[in-house]
């Protein structure tokens, strides 16, 4: 079975702080992504990679960067928090697959207060 | 890029009653359709997914979903609901890329 492990759960920085939100997939999966999640918006893509050193902008970028070094983690940089980026942030892993077909498999989530 | 419309912000039902919660994308090529749940304290799980062929799908615990493409739309479907049940509903779709894009999500509520 798939597993996706964000590094914390709970999490709570202040405003300008930089923060690091780790991910980390065993099942060799190619495609990693983040997202955040807020009540009555759904997910929104921040960002994704499909390979190592890869990485595309989603909609919602601003404020965001993302390292991808090894083929199993997925960072999210916050590079300077601010109080609207409190949301909870998921990051998910599938595979390559062909034009789009594989499903997304996810982490617990971390849920991220900015004071 | 794809976007997905779920009209449906927070249902509540009785238990046995039938559920189609509603979802609509727009996107002009091929697609790739799928609903996650997320059932409270726990993270999103696939529930069904339709990639071509049959447009009427079966995910796991009686859950299924009809694509018609005309009408850019693919709603779930379940023709007797349990209080198990309550959790949110995601409709996503993904395009050629691999870049899900997700609904708002409905949340549904069962009352025992």
């Known amino acids: 079975d798939v597993k996706v492990t964000q590094s914390s759960r709970y999490l709570v920085k202040r405003t300008g702080e930089k923060v690091f939100l780790e991910c980390v997939q065993d099942?060799?999966?190619?495609?990693m992504f983040w997202y955040r999640q807020d009540p009555g918006l759904g997910l929104r893509l921040i960002y994704f990679?499909?390979?190592?050193?890869?990485?595309e902008k989603g909609d919602i970028p601003e404020g965001y960067s993302v390292s991808r070094e090894k083929k199993e983690r997925f960072s999210l940089i916050l590079e300077s928090a601010s109080t609207n980026q409190t949301s909870m942030y998921l990051c998910a892993s599938s595979l390559l697959g062909q034009g789009g077909n594989s499903p997304l498999h996810f982490g617990n989530g971390t849920r991220l207060t900015v004071t | 890029a794809q976007s997905v419309s779920q009209h449906n912000h927070h249902v509540i039902l009785s238990e046995a009653a039938s559920l189609e919660l509603g979802c609509n994308y727009s996107y002009g090529g091929t697609v790739n359709l799928f609903w996650y749940v997320q059932y409270p304290g726990q993270h999103l799980q696939l529930l069904l997914k339709y990639f071509s062929g049959d447009p009427l799908v079966k995910g796991i615990k009686g859950f299924e979903a009809e694509f018609i493409k005309s009408k850019f739309s693919f709603n779930l479907r379940k023709p007797s609901v349990q209080w198990s049940d309550t959790a949110e509903y995601f409709c996503a779709v993904n395009a050629l890329y691999n870049d899900m894009r997700f609904g708002a999500g409905t949340r549904l509520t069962v009352k025992p």
């Open positions: 990679s499909y390979d190592v050193k890869m990485k």
């Open positions: 099942m060799d999966h190619e495609n």
